[in-house]
């Protein structure tokens, strides 16, 4: 099946009819809103730190397994691709999958949980209303306001891009049924509405499924060259196995290393694939004609077929215990869990070891207020950083090897 590029959709976002910036500002002559959205992100404090945070394995595990970076930029490519070929907005889908993942900790998902158990008594810690506030807030770039001031289809797309948050009353929902949505995300929401409520853009759609086709092939890739598990162990895995017989058909003297990039190549390209033609039934049976009737549509327009969600649930459920729950892996994250929690109770306890502008400010005896600004300071954190930080502190500091 040859995927082109499709006309225009009525449905796709349009950069000439965004609802804007929070803060006005001039346009460019020469980019559109969208297109100088991913300018800002890739220009970025938080972007380039992605370079050295952890995707599965840690940074000096090696130099060809996937960081936070080379992961995004993979998301960037397969959703550039699917905004193509559903002819939605490429920019507006590059631009959340750039920034999909800022808000992550170091340490991977490992150091988000333990950013959330330490900031338990505070609201906890997630890494989507990380992004949001990374974007709002915490960068510094430019004279006239905090964050990147983003235009409100970037940022409902980064905090929606999983889909709704909550019902129409505003009370949580799916993942935040019981703990309410976040505290950063509900700030936010008072200053700006992002109707957390609806579904998100196409494109924002087509950015989170990116994700879930990057990692689930990448993972597998990274797990291979980890000898964390073996082709023949993929053999087993529905959908998997059959692209790894259908390449020993063809190539039956192939070396291993080229089978698993083959693997890799071949589950990506039937993935894509799969979500145009499954998009492509779905819109057409809305026929939406505009990016708000995609908001409104009640159920997402961007998704797996039935049987393509199964094998690649079925996928995620080989890599959990072959990969993220693996011995060598879980060994390495429990001590970077504690390195984490370490450098909060630390930081918290001498606020002065932060740097000036991270402390200075600080009411006096707000608990909250400094272990809110202690958890910003160490989810900004490359794993490297966070390394050195905890042996500036602490007389052993593992080596997560």
Not at 169 to 174: D, E, W, Y
Not at 329 to 356: G, K, W
Request: proline share 4%; charged share 25%; hydrophobic share 45%.
């Amino acid at each position: 099946m040859a995927i082109s590029s499709a006309p225009r959709a009525a449905y796709a976002s349009d950069p000439e009819l965004t609802r804007g910036r929070l803060f006005t500002e001039p346009a460019s002559p020469s980019r559109n809103d969208f297109r100088r959205d991913c300018d800002r992100i890739i220009h970025s404090t938080a972007f380039r730190r992605l370079k050295h945070k952890t995707q599965v394995f840690v940074f000096h595990e090696g130099d060809h397994y996937r960081t936070r970076l080379t992961h995004t930029l993979e998301v960037q490519q397969i959703a550039r691709s699917l905004a193509r070929a559903l002819g939605l907005d490429e920019d507006l889908a590059e631009a959340l999958a750039l920034a999909h993942d800022l808000g992550h900790p170091p340490f991977g998902h490992i150091g988000e949980r333990a950013l959330d158990a330490v900031l338990k008594s505070f609201g906890g810690f997630d890494h989507n209303a990380q992004a949001l506030r990374i974007v709002t807030a915490l960068e510094r770039r430019y004279a006239q306001f905090d964050g990147l001031n983003l235009v409100w289809e970037t940022l409902e797309g980064l905090v929606k891009h999983n889909g709704p948050l909550t019902d129409r009353a505003g009370n949580g929902i799916g993942r935040y049924a019981g703990t309410g949505v976040p505290r950063a995300i509900r700030e936010y929401q008072a200053v700006q509405d992002l109707q957390l409520w609806s579904f998100a853009s196409a494109e924002a759609q087509v950015a989170a499924i990116a994700d879930d086709i990057a990692y689930d092939a990448h993972d597998i890739d990274d797990g291979l060259r980890a000898h964390l598990f073996s082709i023949s162990d993929l053999s087993g895995v529905p959908f998997v196995g059959d692209i790894v017989r259908e390449i020993a058909s063809q190539y039956p003297a192939l070396e291993s290393v080229r089978v698993g990039h083959e693997l890799m190549r071949r589950l990506i390209t039937r993935m894509i694939e799969d979500v145009v033609a499954e998009s492509g039934r779905r819109l057409a049976a809305l026929a939406p004609q505009s990016a708000d009737d995609v908001r409104n549509a009640g159920e997402a327009v961007i998704g797996f077929s039935p049987g393509m969600a199964v094998a690649e649930r079925g996928i995620k459920d080989f890599l959990f215990p072959h990969m993220y729950r693996h011995p060598r892996v879980m060994r390495v994250m429990a001590e970077a869990e504690s390195v984490v929690a370490d450098l909060f109770a630390h930081y918290t306890q001498n606020p002065a070891d932060m740097p000036d502008e991270w402390h200075q400010d600080l009411p006096q005896g707000d608990r909250a207020a400094l272990a809110l600004r202690a958890g910003d300071f160490i989810a900004g954190m490359t794993d490297r950083f966070a390394l050195a930080e905890h042996a500036r502190f602490f007389d052993l500091t593992p080596e997560l090897r």
